[in-house]
Every structure is written in structure tokens, then in C-alpha cells.
């Protein structure tokens, strides 16, 4: 027989199949639980310690957040990314602020009216802390000048000359009629006015000659008269032609007039206000501007002065937000406030917006409307600013899932940044859904740091689903969520506590409640070497714990505090847990914790309602019987099991396939099962029960049903680490427990999580007792070994496994079933599955 | 007292089918509030408008002098009853804005004729000029003949610009001078404007009196004001019109500047306002 290699790591020479090999003991009692030593700590209370500033464990990310906001190159905009709670919050805030104080004030940006497209508002920038005042000036001239320049035109200097206009215009028209008039009296003809314009009539006395009277007379009369008219009539046109003209001229000199008595006016004002800025150049700009507009349109300072006086009837008292007067405000929409001389230098610091609610129009900025007459109105004045203008010259800090949920937002957000401005347009004209006319502010330039924060699946996503993004981010803070469990780190950690619980306001902890709060972190994550960094539940504990001591009067907080706040947390989100327990100690649920069966086995799985997380048996069996090879996932089948799952059990296939009879073709067919699992199920933790579930089927060995196993294992028999296994040992220990614990019970899983054990100090507790026993297997050898209470079994040099020992039974069945099969393929000469007996 | 003099003063606004002079209405409203009278709107279909569109050659030529358009009868009726519409619905609005008693009346024949049929002895009469075909000169020569059975007249000539400057009564000395003046201060008063007073006096002496009446009738007015004119003329009055820019003029009809058209009518130009000519109690 040739040699077949033995998968399974060890040397099978060596091995030689030993039947006597020494069985596996469970795990020590220290193993099960790291405690913090309270005792190495040199306080007594947190007061004692100096609290950390920033976090600690993070020197990755926070060099990351460091280089990218120092770097001003484009495109180097960070994504904070790791859990909640991680305090990457505070921690950016802290070092984004700290840039930003030493760096130079941004500028200022205010919008001005565009006098000569008003739909078209012109962005001006501003040096840092001018805005404000410029606002104001410009506030004070039109003040002035709405009591200046009606002074002005009510001068007697103005007046003579308008009235000498004035007169010129009248004299004009009656001189013109004058002459008319006089010459068709010489014809007695008279010049009507009626209310369709002039008439010529012939007079008599002093009177229109009546109808009747005029068609007596003699024909030849009639027609000297008509004709007279007639020509009269010509002339009369021409001196009404010539009135419009006599009026466009009268405008003109009355034009040319009030220009120059309102530029006496603005003149002095505005170089008043020009002085004042005479260094910024946009300003200067846009003053000639201003003065130009003012003097042409002086006249709006007059009609709010005649509607004052208003005769015998005054208007309502004019509105100082007067419309008119609008066009010559300064919409501020980045104002720094007055700037603090440091050392000689003006200085305030770049600004960090924390935009907590990045919808489009906080984003972007907004141009609002006002109701006038039933119609939607806007103006420059009603230009507001978002988040990236507040922020511009500084840094921006986002909460990514937010701004990706906003409508519009992150599509605007990426098209701000890639352009360099900022272009106000709104919501509506985006979506093309509105199409009224609105403004068109000046884009302006866009120099911003963006932090987005977010989970890492965010980041992962936007990395490989939006090509923008890299180009956009480049710079990514990656917090981590735990720290290792060092005595350096321990010591930073306390300090951490110790600043949490200062910050907060809480009691100062104990040394003892130190270790307590450490060994919850570690367990936390997970993990008895490492401490969870996840400030956010850390600062819960600590507060929870602080309401528990405050309960029972203490000064400060004690370790038992600490332990009543994680079970008061715990039996809060518990109901679920013990609904679950109370169906299987009923056995509605069924697990059996005692005694033996062949083919069934516990196993183990986590429940998460939220942020609460439990464990809880589930009984998996397996069937097999003779066919073409197949282990069928009933959970696979129904679409129950996910591929991690399916996962699973392919490679335990394989091992099947690949560890035993490797000379007969695999006839196998064996179907695995969830019992009484009615929900998706995902994850290959159970691989290694579902394995020892079918070497039990296959071999005909029943599985003590005291144990609960879980592990993932992967082809060559090699049990490997899996998650959540505080929980997975803990729900299987409470219905152990609840039904009574005999000694025999207890837990396999792999000897690589066994640096994860944080238990309960309970479970603890019966271990110590001998009451429960935890097995950290390396093999599945060793798994079924402490299962059946049989060896397992290795290849002999004969290539055979010893007589007795499961990997021999299981290789026995599966020649059976091979050699059934080829009595039932020459039978048929096929490969159709013989209706063999299920074997077990 | 006689029963005539029981009524309620009025001012009259008469209007002839042509223009609809706002300035007018508005001076109308002005005065009415001031005197404390009703306002009395009269449109009168002019004679010489209906004479005119029946003749068959009659032509009417637009304002801009547009091309001449064929004038009938029908055309003419219809113009004039949507002006007196208009005219009608305008004064209604002053009326109500000032809270005045309002009556509104139609007659056909010449406007002149009609507002002295209407007019009584206490009544104000308020004119518009313009500045084509019916001037201030003729509106001073129809004035005269409507305030033969009136209180006084207003002739509105073509002011272009509202005008915000004080009241300005013009004292002669005579025995009209103290109604003169306190018409003006009720003026003065509706329209929360200073008064001065034009004085024209041969000597200091009689200036003097005449000052010293008008500080007597007008002592509840704070601001009151005296300019004298050395000499009487119609220039030297012309300027000082111009000068004081007044929002309205009280004057006596029988005045010595008001005595011939011609001069009336340069004076009133040269005011620039609304000038209120009383006739004399006496003369009633």
C-alpha cells in the first residue's frame, strides 16, 4: 500500500500511531480571565494622576491628521475613519485647532451690487477684519446722503437753476403756441383742447360756431374756412411735434443739472469712505463704481424725501431696509471680527466649521427670496453663506455618513473642492425643478481643509466605489480601536480614566476600579491582551459607575461600582437573553448538557441586539449515507446560510475528501443542520462542530452532549480563532449552569482565542471550582478525542490508523460506502446514490 | 346770519373734459382739510366740445402731434363720459384719503358759466392752468368771473416740482390784509409749513403796522417770517416769490398785483405754487 502523507502537521513516523498519547487538559483558571493588579498602580485615586492630553495608542492616525494639515498641496484632505466612540471627534478637533491658531486669518469676503448687471452680484475679498467696518461705512454714507443730497436739491442755488430750466421749458411751449394761437384769432379760428388732443374750430364771439350756423353759411365761406383750418392744422401738428423735443431737451439740462448738484454731494462722501480703505484696492474699485451709480441714481434719495413730506397726505414713515437703498449694501458673508495685534502682527488664527448638519444649502450657501406683491424676490442681500465659506482659509470638519446622506451634498461637496470655489446655486436649479429667475453670484475661491469622519466601511466603500475620492482624500487617519495591553499603555490608560472622569465631572476612581474599568475595556475588545480605546463606552462605564457609587454614598468610585454598572447595563439590555435561556432550559429549544449521542453536537453562536451581544447553544446534527461525495448545507439549501457558512462546510468537505480512504473514490453523502434555527446564519465558527457533528455520524461514536464546541478549521484539521468568544463560552456556561453544573461541562474552542478570554468572574469562579472546564484545541484530533473520550488516532507506517480509534472508523465507512457504491455502479453503470441504510 | 352763511364752506374743483389735473385735486384736498370745507366736484361738458365735433370737418390732433383723427359726435360723448368717470373716481379718492365730505355733479354748457351758477358766497373755486391753451392769463380772466360769487379762487399754474417751502401771504396793508392772513395760517397749520409774510408798504411805517397786525391776527404762529418790498413791483415781487419758494400763496384779489391779468398771471408763475386770491368780505 503506498504511503499516504498525513495532513495533519505532526510526524506521522514519530507518531506511529500511539494510542497512548496524554489527552488535552482544559484551560487554568488564570487563563480564563486577565486581572489588572491593582497594586502595581502607585495611586490611590485617579486625583492623583495626571490626566493624558489626546489619546493614546493612536500615534498612526494622529501623524496622518498631523501631515494632513500641515500639507497644503490640493487634494490632501483627510478621512478620519475607524469605530464610534473612538474619540476621533475630539482628537481632530483638538490638533485641527491647534494648526489653525498659528496659521495666518483668511480673508474676508462680502458681496457688492453689480451696477451694471444687478443679477450677477460681484464677490469682493477683503483683507482679515475689514469687512465689518467697510459694511458699516457704507451703512453711514447712505445715511448721509439721504439727508444730504435732498438738502442739495432743496438749496435755493438749486432751485433758481431748476426753475430757470423749468421756465425755459414753459416759455418754449407757450412761445410756440403763442404765435399760433395769435394768428389763427387773426382768422377767428380758435385752438381747442378736448380729450382726445387739440381741435381747430372757427369762433364767433368768442364761441365755437355751432353746426347748424356753419352749414348755413355759403359754400364758398364753408370751404375758406376748412381750408384755413386745414393749414392751421398742418402748423399745429408741427408745434406738437416740436413739444416732445422742447421736453427731451428740458430733461436733458434738468439731467445735466441734477448730476452735477448730486455729484457735489457724493463726491465729498465718498472720498470720506475712500480714505478710509485707501490701501484695499477691491474697495477703491468698487467706491468709483458706487459713485457713479449714486450720482446717476440721486434721484431715489429725492422720491423717499417727497414721500416723507408727502403734502397735506404724508406716507408712512420710510423703512430704513428700504429696497432702494439696498444696492449700495455689503452682504458680509465672511467677516472676520476686529483682529488681535500679536506682536505687531494682526493675527486671529484660520477658523474650524464643525458643520454638524452639511445639507446642501448649509454647505454650499443659499440664496433666499422674500415676498413681494404675491411674487418671490431676490437680491445680492439675501446671499447667505454655508459651512465652505465659514471655513474657507481653515478647515472643515464632516461627519461623512451625514454629508453622504444629504441630497446634493456630497456631489457638491467634491465639485467645490476639485474646482476651487465656491459657486452658490440652489437646490432647485440643480434639479433643474425651478426656473425662476435668480442670481448668479461671483464663484469664490475655495481654500479648505475637509475632515471627513466615518466609519471604515464608509471609507472602503468611497474608496472603491467613487473614483473622485482618492484624488479628493489622499490622506487617511486610521484610528485604531484597541491598544495593547503593555504596562506602559496600562499607565496611560489610568490617566486616560483619570481625565475622562475629571472632564465629566465624576468621582475619582480607586485604584481597585482602575483595574475593574481596565479589565471591562479589555474585554471590550475583545481581547485580554488589549485595551479598547473606544472612549465613548469607556466614558459611559465610568459615568454609570459614578451614578452607582454617588447610590451608595461613596467619595469615590470602587471597583464593585464598576462591576454593579457593567451587570445593571447588561440586565437592562437582557430580556432577550433570558427569553432565549428560559426556551432551552423548558426545552422548547432543544440542548441537551448531559449525556451522549452520535452525530449531534452543541454549537455556539452570538446574538447582537444592537450594542448588546450574547451567546447561545445551538444543536447541529449531521446524517450520512452512502453517494457521490456530497455534504449537503440544509442551511445553504434554503437560502438560510451565508457564504461564510457555505464557506465552512466546503472545506470540511475537502478535509473529508482529502484525509480519508484516498484510494476509493468519496461516496459519501451527508447532510449538516442548524436544528431550530430559523434565521440566517453566517460565519464559519461551527466548521469545526459541524466536523466533529460528522466524524461522530460517520464513525458511529456518539459526542458527550456536556460540551459546546466552536472554531473554525480549515483542510488540514487545524482549528482556527473566531470571534466573540467571551459570549459564546458565557451562553453556553448560563444554561449549563441554570440546569445545574455536574463537572463534566464545558467549552472546546481554538487555542488561538485563548488570549481573547476576558470571562465572567462567575464562570471563573466554577472553573476554579472544577465545575466547568474550557479546552483549547489545536486539532480537530484533540477536539474529538476530549468528545468521544476515544483517540483519535494517527497513521500508522502502515498508512493505516489504529483499530479502535475514530479517524479508523471513519475511514472504515467510508470504504463501506465506496465499495457499495461500486456494486451498485455494476449494477447500473452509473453513478446514481445506492439506496443504501443510513448509517447513523 | 343770513341762511347763506349757515352752510359749509366748499371748494370747488371744476373740470371741463379735457386734462385730469392731479396737482389741482390735490391743492382742491388741501384746502378743503384747511378751511375745514366739503370738496364740490363739477364736470361740466363743454358747449364748445359738442359745437366742435358736430361740425363735419373737425379733426382732433394727438398731444405729440400725431396724425390728425376725423372727431364725431359720438366720439366726443364717449370721451367725455370716461372722463368724468375718471375725474369723478380720482376726487373720490382725495376725498376719502383726507376724510372730506364729497359731491359730485355733471352739467353741460361752458365750465365758467356752470361753476358760477354752482358757486356760493363762502366758496373756494380751485382753477388749473396749462401751459398751451389755457394759461394762467385765462385762467386769472375765468377766476375773476367765478369768484364775482365766490369766496376766493386758487389758480394752480404748471408747477413741475412739489414745492416744500413756507406759506407766503402777501400784505398790502389794506383792509383784506387780516383775512389774508388768517387763511393762511390755516393753511400753514394743514400743511405744517412756516408763514411768511410779504409786505409791501411804501415807508418803514406803514410796514411796520402792517407787521404789527399780522403779529396781533397771527399770534398762535411760532414761525412767521417778514420780508418787505421797499417799493411795490411786479418784479421786485417776482423775485421775492421766487426766492421764499413757497408750497402755497394767499393773496387779496383786489391787490394791487393782482389787478391786471397780465401781471397776475407773471406773478403766479413766478410763485411756482398755488395761489389762493380772496376776495374781499366787503365786496360780498
Redesign the interface.
Given at each position: 500500500m503506498a504511503r499516504i502523507p498525513w495532513p495533519f502537521g505532526k510526524d506521522s513516523e514519530e507518531s506511529s500511531g500511539n494510542m497512548e498519547k496524554e489527552m488535552l487538559n482544559p484551560l487554568k483558571v488564570h487563563e480564563l480571565r486577565r486581572r489588572s493588579d491593582p497594586q502595581r498602580f502607585a495611586f490611590r485615586t485617579t486625583d492623583e494622576l495626571q490626566p493624558i492630553e489626546g489619546l493614546i495608542g493612536q500615534e498612526r492616525a494622529l501623524e496622518a491628521v498631523q501631515f494632513g494639515t500641515r500639507i497644503s498641496s490640493p487634494g490632501y484632505n483627510l478621512f478620519a475613519l475607524g469605530s464610534s466612540g473612538s474619540g476621533r471627534h475630539t482628537a481632530i478637533r483638538k490638533l485641527v485647532e491647534e494648526t489653525a491658531a498659528s496659521a495666518p486669518a483668511p480673508d474676508d469676503w462680502v458681496y457688492v451690487n453689480n451696477f451694471a448687471d444687478s443679477h450677477k452680484p460681484k464677490a469682493l475679498r477683503l483683507p482679515p477684519g475689514i469687512a465689518l467696518h467697510f459694511r458699516d461705512a457704507m451703512q453711514e454714507l447712505i445715511e448721509d446722503l439721504r439727508t444730504a443730497i435732498p438738502a442739495t436739491f432743496?438749496s435755493?442755488e438749486y432751485?433758481?437753476q431748476?426753475?430757470a430750466i423749468?421756465?425755459s421749458?414753459?416759455d418754449g411751449?407757450?412761445s410756440a403756441?403763442d404765435d399760433l394761437?395769435t394768428r389763427a384769432e387773426a382768422e377767428h379760428i380758435?385752438?381747442?383742447?378736448?380729450?382726445?388732443?387739440?381741435?381747430?374750430?372757427?369762433m364767433q364771439d368768442g364761441?365755437?360756431?355751432?353746426?347748424d350756423i356753419?352749414?348755413e353759411l355759403p359754400l364758398e365761406q364753408r370751404q375758406i374756412i376748412?381750408s384755413k383750418?386745414?393749414e392751421l392744422?398742418k402748423e399745429?401738428?408741427?408745434?406738437?411735434?416740436?413739444?416732445?423735443l422742447i421736453q427731451k431737451e428740458h430733461r436733458a439740462k434738468l439731467r445735466a443739472l441734477n448730476t452735477e448738484v448730486a455729484k457735489l454731494t457724493v463726491d465729498v462722501s465718498i472720498a470720506e469712505i475712500s480714505a478710509k480703505f485707501s490701501d484695499v484696492d477691491t474697495i477703491q474699485t468698487y467706491l468709483a463704481e458706487a459713485k457713479t451709480d449714486l450720482i446717476t441714481n440721486a434721484g431715489i434719495f429725492l422720491e423717499s424725501e417727497?414721500a416723507e413730506?408727502g403734502?397735506?397726505?404724508p406716507a408712512a414713515a420710510l423703512n430704513p431696509l428700504d429696497p432702494k437703498f439696498r444696492r449700495y449694501s455689503v452682504n458680509v458673508i465672511v467677516g472676520s471680527p476686529e483682529l488681535a495685534e500679536d506682536a505687531g502682527r494682526r493675527r486671529l488664527g484660520a477658523p474650524v466649521v464643525f458643520e454638524e448638519l452639511p445639507t446642501y444649502a448649509n454647505l454650499l450657501g443659499r440664496i433666499e427670496h422674500i415676498s413681494q406683491l404675491g411674487a418671490l424676490v431676490t437680491d445680492f442681500t439675501l446671499i447667505k453663506p454655508g459651512a465652505l465659506h465659514r471655513a474657507n482659509g481653515g478647515f472643515l470638519i464632516l461627519d461623512a455618513a451625514r454629508v453622504l446622506t444629504e441630497p446634493l451634498s456630497w456631489e457638491a461637496l467634491k465639485r467645490s473642492l476639485r474646482g476651487g470655489y465656491i459657486k452658490i446655486t440652489s437646490a432647485g436649479e440643480q434639479l433643474s425643478l425651478v426656473s425662476t429667475i435668480s442670481l448668479e453670484p461671483d464663484p469664490i475661491p475655495l481654500t479648505v481643509k475637509v475632515v471627513l469622519i466615518g466609519e471604515r466601511m464608509l471609507y472602503y466603500l468611497l474608496v472603491s466605489q467613487d473614483p473622485d475620492f482618492r484624488d479628493l482624500f489622499k490622506v487617511e487617519a486610521d484610528f485604531d480601536e484597541v491598544v495593547e495591553r503593555t504596562d506602559d499603555n496600562t499607565d496611560l490608560y489610568a490617566r486616560l480614566i483619570a481625565n475622562i472622569a475629571k472632564r465629566e465631572g465624576l468621582k475619582p476612581l480607586s485604584r481597585e476600579a482602575v483595574g475593574a474599568v481596565m479589565d471591562e475595556s479589555a474585554r471590550l475588545a475583545d481581547d485580554a491582551e488589549r485595551l479598547s480605546l473606544r472612549i465613548g463606552k469607556l466614558a459611559d462605564l465610568l459615568r454609570e459607575a459614578h451614578f452607582w457609587a454617588g447610590d451608595a454614598g461613596h467619595q469615590v468610585i470602587e471597583a464593585e461600582n464598576v462591576a454593579q454598572a457593567v451587570r445593571k447595563k447588561t440586565y437592562r439590555a437582557d430580556r432577550i437573553r433570558e427569553k432565549s435561556l428560559e426556551s432551552i432550559n423548558r426545552d422548547i429549544v432543544l440542548i441537551d448538557s448531559t449525556g451522549e449521542a452520535v452525530g449531534q453536537i452543541n454549537g455556539l453562536s452570538v446574538i447582537s441586539f444592537g450594542d448588546f451581544s450574547f451567546g447561545r447553544p445551538t444543536r447541529i446534527t449531521a446524517r450520512v449515507r452512502m453517494g457521490t461525495g456530497k455534504v449537503v448545507d440544509i442551511e445553504r439549501e434554503v437560502e438560510l446560510g451565508g457564504p461564510l457558512h457555505s464557506k465552512g462546510v466546503l472545506i470540511l468537505s475537502s478535509l473529508l475528501a482529502t484525509r480519508y480512504a484516498l484510494g476509493e473514490p468519496m461516496s459519501l453523502w451527508a447532510s449538516l443542520v442548524f436544528e431550530q434555527s430559523y434565521g440566517g446564519i453566517d460565519g464559519d465558527s461551527a466548521s469545526s462542530a459541524e466536523l466533529y457533528a460528522l466524524l461522530s455520524a460517520l464513525a458511529d461514536v456518539p459526542i458527550k452532549q456536556s460540551f459546546a464546541v466552536t472554531g473554525s478549521v480549515n483542510q488540514f484539521g487545524e482549528v482556527q480563532a473566531i470571534g466573540g468568544i467571551n459570549e459564546k463560552i458565557e451562553g453556553f456556561f448560563d444554561v449549563c449552569r441554570l440546569r445545574g453544573l455536574t463537572g463534566d461541562q464545558g467549552i472546546l474552542m481554538p487555542a488561538s482565542n485563548a488570549k481573547h478570554l476576558m470571562l465572567r468572574e462567575d464562570i471563573v469562579e466554577a472553573a476554579r471550582n472544577e465545575q466547568f472546564k474550557i479546552y483549547a484545541v489545536e486539532t480537530i484530533d484533540q477536539g474529538i478525542e476530549v468528545l468521544t473520550a476515544m483517540p483519535a488516532g494517527e497513521r500508522g507506517p502502515d498508512g493505516e490508523f489504529p483499530p479502535d480509534s475514530i479517524n479508523a472508523k471513519v475511514e472504515a465507512k467510508l470504504r463501506a460506502f465506496a465499495r457499495a457504491r461500486r456494486a451498485y455502479g455494476g449494477r447500473d453503470g452509473d453513478d446514481r446514490e445506492a439506496e443504501a441504510p443510513e448509517s447513523s | 346770519m343770513p341762511a347763506e352763511e349757515n352752510r359749509k364752506r366748499r371748494v370747488l374743483v371744476g373740470m371741463g373734459?379735457?386734462?385730469i389735473p392731479d396737482r389741482m385735486m390735490?391743492v382742491a384736498?388741501?384746502l378743503a382739510?384747511a378751511m375745514n370745507a366739503e370738496l364740490y366736484g363739477l364736470f361740466v361738458e363743454e358747449?364748445?366740445?359738442l359745437?366742435?365735433s358736430?361740425?363735419?370737418?373737425?379733426?382732433?390732433?394727438?398731444?405729440?402731434?400725431?396724425?390728425?383723427?376725423a372727431?364725431t359726435e359720438q366720439?366726443?360723448t364717449d370721451?367725455?363720459r370716461?372722463?368724468a368717470n375718471l375725474f369723478r373716481r380720482s376726487l373720490s379718492d382725495i376725498a376719502q384719503?383726507?376724510n372730506l365730505n364729497l359731491t359730485f355733479a355733471r352739467a353741460r354748457g361752458r365750465a365758467a358759466r356752470e361753476l358760477l351758477a354752482v358757486a356760493r358766497k363762502q366758496d373756494f373755486v380751485v382753477l388749473q392752468a396749462?401751459?398751451?391753451?389755457?394759461?394762467v392769463r385765462d385762467m386769472m380772466r375765468a377766476g375773476r368771473t367765478v369768484a364775482a360769487e365766490a369766496r376766493g379762487i386758487v389758480i394752480c399754474g404748471?408747477h413741475?416740482?412739489?414745492a416744500?417751502g413756507p406759506v407766503v401771504a402777501i400784505d398790502d396793508g389794506d383792509e383784506t390784509g387780516r383775512q389774508t392772513l388768517r387763511f393762511a395760517e390755516r393753511i400753514a397749520t394743514?400743511?405744517d409749513a412756516p408763514i411768511s409774510l410779504l409786505v409791501i408798504a411804501g415807508s418803514d411805517d406803514k410796514a411796520s403796522q402792517i407787521e404789527a397786525r399780522a403779529v396781533e391776527t397771527l399770534k398762535n404762529v411760532k414761525q412767521l417770517k417778514f420780508h418787505r418790498l421797499a417799493s411795490w413791483g411786479a418784479d421786485e415781487l417776482e423775485v421775492a416769490l421766487?426766492?421764499l419758494?413757497p408750497s402755497f400763496v394767499v393773496a387779496d384779489l383786489e391787490g394791487e398785483p393782482f389787478t391786471d391779468d397780465e401781471t397776475a398771471s407773471a406773478v403766479i408763475?413766478a410763485a411756482?405754487a398755488p395761489v389762493l386770491l380772496i376776495r374781499p368780505e366787503k365786496s360780498i
Amino acid at each position: 500500500m503506498a504511503r499516504i502523507p498525513w495532513p495533519f502537521g505532526k510526524d506521522s513516523e514519530e507518531s506511529s500511531g500511539n494510542m497512548e498519547k496524554e489527552m488535552l487538559n482544559p484551560l487554568k483558571v488564570h487563563e480564563l480571565r486577565r486581572r489588572s493588579d491593582p497594586q502595581r498602580f502607585a495611586f490611590r485615586t485617579t486625583d492623583e494622576l495626571q490626566p493624558i492630553e489626546g489619546l493614546i495608542g493612536q500615534e498612526r492616525a494622529l501623524e496622518a491628521v498631523q501631515f494632513g494639515t500641515r500639507i497644503s498641496s490640493p487634494g490632501y484632505n483627510l478621512f478620519a475613519l475607524g469605530s464610534s466612540g473612538s474619540g476621533r471627534h475630539t482628537a481632530i478637533r483638538k490638533l485641527v485647532e491647534e494648526t489653525a491658531a498659528s496659521a495666518p486669518a483668511p480673508d474676508d469676503w462680502v458681496y457688492v451690487n453689480n451696477f451694471a448687471d444687478s443679477h450677477k452680484p460681484k464677490a469682493l475679498r477683503l483683507p482679515p477684519g475689514i469687512a465689518l467696518h467697510f459694511r458699516d461705512a457704507m451703512q453711514e454714507l447712505i445715511e448721509d446722503l439721504r439727508t444730504a443730497i435732498p438738502a442739495t436739491f432743496e438749496s435755493d442755488e438749486y432751485r433758481n437753476q431748476r426753475r430757470a430750466i423749468d421756465q425755459s421749458l414753459e416759455d418754449g411751449h407757450e412761445s410756440a403756441f403763442d404765435d399760433l394761437r395769435t394768428r389763427a384769432e387773426a382768422e377767428h379760428i380758435g385752438i381747442l383742447r378736448t380729450p382726445m388732443g387739440y381741435a381747430l374750430a372757427p369762433m364767433q364771439d368768442g364761441n365755437v360756431i355751432k353746426p347748424d350756423i356753419f352749414n348755413e353759411l355759403p359754400l364758398e365761406q364753408r370751404q375758406i374756412i376748412e381750408s384755413k383750418i386745414a393749414e392751421l392744422q398742418k402748423e399745429l401738428e408741427e408745434v406738437l411735434r416740436r413739444l416732445p423735443l422742447i421736453q427731451k431737451e428740458h430733461r436733458a439740462k434738468l439731467r445735466a443739472l441734477n448730476t452735477e448738484v448730486a455729484k457735489l454731494t457724493v463726491d465729498v462722501s465718498i472720498a470720506e469712505i475712500s480714505a478710509k480703505f485707501s490701501d484695499v484696492d477691491t474697495i477703491q474699485t468698487y467706491l468709483a463704481e458706487a459713485k457713479t451709480d449714486l450720482i446717476t441714481n440721486a434721484g431715489i434719495f429725492l422720491e423717499s424725501e417727497q414721500a416723507e413730506d408727502g403734502g397735506a397726505f404724508p406716507a408712512a414713515a420710510l423703512n430704513p431696509l428700504d429696497p432702494k437703498f439696498r444696492r449700495y449694501s455689503v452682504n458680509v458673508i465672511v467677516g472676520s471680527p476686529e483682529l488681535a495685534e500679536d506682536a505687531g502682527r494682526r493675527r486671529l488664527g484660520a477658523p474650524v466649521v464643525f458643520e454638524e448638519l452639511p445639507t446642501y444649502a448649509n454647505l454650499l450657501g443659499r440664496i433666499e427670496h422674500i415676498s413681494q406683491l404675491g411674487a418671490l424676490v431676490t437680491d445680492f442681500t439675501l446671499i447667505k453663506p454655508g459651512a465652505l465659506h465659514r471655513a474657507n482659509g481653515g478647515f472643515l470638519i464632516l461627519d461623512a455618513a451625514r454629508v453622504l446622506t444629504e441630497p446634493l451634498s456630497w456631489e457638491a461637496l467634491k465639485r467645490s473642492l476639485r474646482g476651487g470655489y465656491i459657486k452658490i446655486t440652489s437646490a432647485g436649479e440643480q434639479l433643474s425643478l425651478v426656473s425662476t429667475i435668480s442670481l448668479e453670484p461671483d464663484p469664490i475661491p475655495l481654500t479648505v481643509k475637509v475632515v471627513l469622519i466615518g466609519e471604515r466601511m464608509l471609507y472602503y466603500l468611497l474608496v472603491s466605489q467613487d473614483p473622485d475620492f482618492r484624488d479628493l482624500f489622499k490622506v487617511e487617519a486610521d484610528f485604531d480601536e484597541v491598544v495593547e495591553r503593555t504596562d506602559d499603555n496600562t499607565d496611560l490608560y489610568a490617566r486616560l480614566i483619570a481625565n475622562i472622569a475629571k472632564r465629566e465631572g465624576l468621582k475619582p476612581l480607586s485604584r481597585e476600579a482602575v483595574g475593574a474599568v481596565m479589565d471591562e475595556s479589555a474585554r471590550l475588545a475583545d481581547d485580554a491582551e488589549r485595551l479598547s480605546l473606544r472612549i465613548g463606552k469607556l466614558a459611559d462605564l465610568l459615568r454609570e459607575a459614578h451614578f452607582w457609587a454617588g447610590d451608595a454614598g461613596h467619595q469615590v468610585i470602587e471597583a464593585e461600582n464598576v462591576a454593579q454598572a457593567v451587570r445593571k447595563k447588561t440586565y437592562r439590555a437582557d430580556r432577550i437573553r433570558e427569553k432565549s435561556l428560559e426556551s432551552i432550559n423548558r426545552d422548547i429549544v432543544l440542548i441537551d448538557s448531559t449525556g451522549e449521542a452520535v452525530g449531534q453536537i452543541n454549537g455556539l453562536s452570538v446574538i447582537s441586539f444592537g450594542d448588546f451581544s450574547f451567546g447561545r447553544p445551538t444543536r447541529i446534527t449531521a446524517r450520512v449515507r452512502m453517494g457521490t461525495g456530497k455534504v449537503v448545507d440544509i442551511e445553504r439549501e434554503v437560502e438560510l446560510g451565508g457564504p461564510l457558512h457555505s464557506k465552512g462546510v466546503l472545506i470540511l468537505s475537502s478535509l473529508l475528501a482529502t484525509r480519508y480512504a484516498l484510494g476509493e473514490p468519496m461516496s459519501l453523502w451527508a447532510s449538516l443542520v442548524f436544528e431550530q434555527s430559523y434565521g440566517g446564519i453566517d460565519g464559519d465558527s461551527a466548521s469545526s462542530a459541524e466536523l466533529y457533528a460528522l466524524l461522530s455520524a460517520l464513525a458511529d461514536v456518539p459526542i458527550k452532549q456536556s460540551f459546546a464546541v466552536t472554531g473554525s478549521v480549515n483542510q488540514f484539521g487545524e482549528v482556527q480563532a473566531i470571534g466573540g468568544i467571551n459570549e459564546k463560552i458565557e451562553g453556553f456556561f448560563d444554561v449549563c449552569r441554570l440546569r445545574g453544573l455536574t463537572g463534566d461541562q464545558g467549552i472546546l474552542m481554538p487555542a488561538s482565542n485563548a488570549k481573547h478570554l476576558m470571562l465572567r468572574e462567575d464562570i471563573v469562579e466554577a472553573a476554579r471550582n472544577e465545575q466547568f472546564k474550557i479546552y483549547a484545541v489545536e486539532t480537530i484530533d484533540q477536539g474529538i478525542e476530549v468528545l468521544t473520550a476515544m483517540p483519535a488516532g494517527e497513521r500508522g507506517p502502515d498508512g493505516e490508523f489504529p483499530p479502535d480509534s475514530i479517524n479508523a472508523k471513519v475511514e472504515a465507512k467510508l470504504r463501506a460506502f465506496a465499495r457499495a457504491r461500486r456494486a451498485y455502479g455494476g449494477r447500473d453503470g452509473d453513478d446514481r446514490e445506492a439506496e443504501a441504510p443510513e448509517s447513523s | 346770519m343770513p341762511a347763506e352763511e349757515n352752510r359749509k364752506r366748499r371748494v370747488l374743483v371744476g373740470m371741463g373734459g379735457c386734462d385730469i389735473p392731479d396737482r389741482m385735486m390735490r391743492v382742491a384736498g388741501e384746502l378743503a382739510a384747511a378751511m375745514n370745507a366739503e370738496l364740490y366736484g363739477l364736470f361740466v361738458e363743454e358747449e364748445y366740445l359738442l359745437d366742435l365735433s358736430g361740425l363735419p370737418f373737425a379733426k382732433t390732433v394727438g398731444t405729440s402731434g400725431q396724425a390728425p383723427r376725423a372727431l364725431t359726435e359720438q366720439l366726443m360723448t364717449d370721451a367725455l363720459r370716461s372722463q368724468a368717470n375718471l375725474f369723478r373716481r380720482s376726487l373720490s379718492d382725495i376725498a376719502q384719503k383726507a376724510n372730506l365730505n364729497l359731491t359730485f355733479a355733471r352739467a353741460r354748457g361752458r365750465a365758467a358759466r356752470e361753476l358760477l351758477a354752482v358757486a356760493r358766497k363762502q366758496d373756494f373755486v380751485v382753477l388749473q392752468a396749462t401751459s398751451t391753451v389755457f394759461t394762467v392769463r385765462d385762467m386769472m380772466r375765468a377766476g375773476r368771473t367765478v369768484a364775482a360769487e365766490a369766496r376766493g379762487i386758487v389758480i394752480c399754474g404748471q408747477h413741475r416740482q412739489a414745492a416744500s417751502g413756507p406759506v407766503v401771504a402777501i400784505d398790502d396793508g389794506d383792509e383784506t390784509g387780516r383775512q389774508t392772513l388768517r387763511f393762511a395760517e390755516r393753511i400753514a397749520t394743514t400743511l405744517d409749513a412756516p408763514i411768511s409774510l410779504l409786505v409791501i408798504a411804501g415807508s418803514d411805517d406803514k410796514a411796520s403796522q402792517i407787521e404789527a397786525r399780522a403779529v396781533e391776527t397771527l399770534k398762535n404762529v411760532k414761525q412767521l417770517k417778514f420780508h418787505r418790498l421797499a417799493s411795490w413791483g411786479a418784479d421786485e415781487l417776482e423775485v421775492a416769490l421766487q426766492d421764499l419758494h413757497p408750497s402755497f400763496v394767499v393773496a387779496d384779489l383786489e391787490g394791487e398785483p393782482f389787478t391786471d391779468d397780465e401781471t397776475a398771471s407773471a406773478v403766479i408763475r413766478a410763485a411756482g405754487a398755488p395761489v389762493l386770491l380772496i376776495r374781499p368780505e366787503k365786496s360780498i
